[in-house]
């Protein structure tokens, strides 16, 4: 074998821990804002209609607050809306822990002081995964532009110091 291809090789070997290392760590910096800002979505969305519930609530009771969420529900198709009814437990506002698809927000509804149920909004993580993937391969072609650049410019340093 050439010293040219050999030193390509090398350079090429020596990037991929770093690349695989800025991989990893963009990969994982970008779940977190993902989730971030999904929760800081499904937590102003759960507010909102929590306040638009509990007026629809003292209006026009229950039944049309089902409504009115089912209706909120047909304007997104990757988030879902439901209303639950108050259980023996109280309910916690808040995100609840990612499921293997869907993250999860409660927001409970309280009216007069009573609670009377709480709206789960649930959003998909495919985009997220999706974006993750295009990074991934994003950086699984970057690492391969790298290795045919580094056989190209050891090549042409060679022949260019060491002649042919």
Do not use: C
Not at 15 to 33: M, T, Y
Not at 86 to 101: H, N
Not at 134 to 160: D, K, N, Q, Y
């Amino acid at each position: 074998m050439k010293v040219a291809p050999k030193l390509a090789l090398a350079v090429w070997v020596a990037f991929l821990p770093v690349l695989g290392l800025h991989a990893w760590f963009s990969v994982r910096r970008e779940q977190a804002l993902f989730l971030s800002d999904m929760e800081r979505g499904l937590s102003l969305l759960g507010e909102y209609l929590r306040q638009v519930a509990v007026t629809e609530w003292d209006m026009n009771g229950e039944k049309d607050v089902e409504a009115l969420l089912a209706a909120a529900a047909r304007t997104d198709r990757d988030i879902r809306i439901r209303w639950r009814e108050a259980g023996p437990e109280g309910v916690k506002r808040g995100l609840g822990p990612p499921g293997p698809d869907r993250v999860t927000w409660t927001e409970p509804v309280s009216v007069g002081g009573k609670p009377v149920g709480h709206i789960e909004l649930s959003e998909s993580l495919a985009p997220m995964r999706h974006y993750v993937r295009v990074t991934l391969l994003h950086i699984g072609l970057l690492s391969l532009a790298l290795g045919l650049a580094s056989v190209v410019l050891a090549r042409a340093m060679g022949e260019r110091l060491i002649g042919r």
